[in-house]
């Protein structure tokens, strides 16, 4: 059950604009919205992870100048 107020106006020069206010907790799902965010703020991971070996191997052959790589000299 989701409870909208709305309020309309005439401002000036004759534009007309509404308001749409929202209950905070008419339903839950903000808390349920923020419950999230910070359960997944809590299982964030900042430890480097290799997801593709393939990748890291090929990489690991490419030629490199300062760390970048380079095109083959042939």
Request: glycine share 6%; proline share 3%.
């Given at each position: ?20 206010l ?10 349920a ?10 299982m ?18 490419r ?7 380079v095109?083959?000299?042939?």
């Amino acid at each position: 059950l989701k409870l909208r107020l709305i309020i309309a106006f005439q401002g000036f020069c004759g534009e007309s604009a509404s308001i749409h206010l929202y209950p905070a907790a008419a339903d839950g799902g903000r808390e349920a919205r923020v419950s999230r965010y910070r359960e997944k703020r809590r299982m964030r991971l900042f430890s480097k992870k290799i997801r593709y070996e393939v990748r890291k191997l090929n990489a690991e052959k490419r030629p490199r100048i300062k760390g970048r790589f380079v095109k083959r000299q042939q």
